[in-house]
Nanobody, 115 residues
Framework: QVQLVESGGGLVQAGGSLRLSCAASGINFRITTMAWYCQAPGEQRVLVAG???????NYADSVKGRFTISRDNAKNTVYLQMNSLKPEDTGVYYCNAASDYFNSWGQGTQVTVSS
């Protein structure tokens, strides 16, 4: 059974930083594409950043140059380093694990950026 557990959210002032972590179990982590999504209040869940098993990354235009996604295959963990945070980054951040056989989500962690 796939399990994704996020941590690291919180309240931060604009311009500040947070690092989100997502610990995965029940999957062959090193070959699984991992991603972070954000769902702002009243909005759809949108892709923030993704990283493949081959360490290729992609980012939403709104976070390029500010956010960095990384993975540690030894710890089965994916990270999202968020710098220069803006109020519009506020939302629930969800970890996602996807392959040809499953598409799984964590429970989400709240990020709130105050102006």
């Amino acid at each position: 059974q796939v399990q994704l557990v996020e941590s690291g959210g919180g309240l931060v002032q604009a311009g500040g930083s947070l690092r989100l972590s997502c610990a995965a179990s029940g999957i062959n982590f090193r070959i699984t594409t991992m991603a972070w999504y954000c769902q702002a209040p009243g909005e759809q869940r949108v892709l923030v950043a993704g990283i493949t098993g081959g360490f290729s990354t992609n980012y939403a235009d709104s976070v390029k140059g500010r956010f960095t996604i990384s993975r540690d295959n030894a710890k089965n963990t994916v990270y999202l380093q968020m710098n220069s945070l803006k109020p519009e980054d506020t939302g629930v951040y969800y970890c996602n694990a996807a392959s040809d056989y499953f598409n799984s989500w964590g429970q989400g962690t709240q990020v709130t950026v105050s102006s």
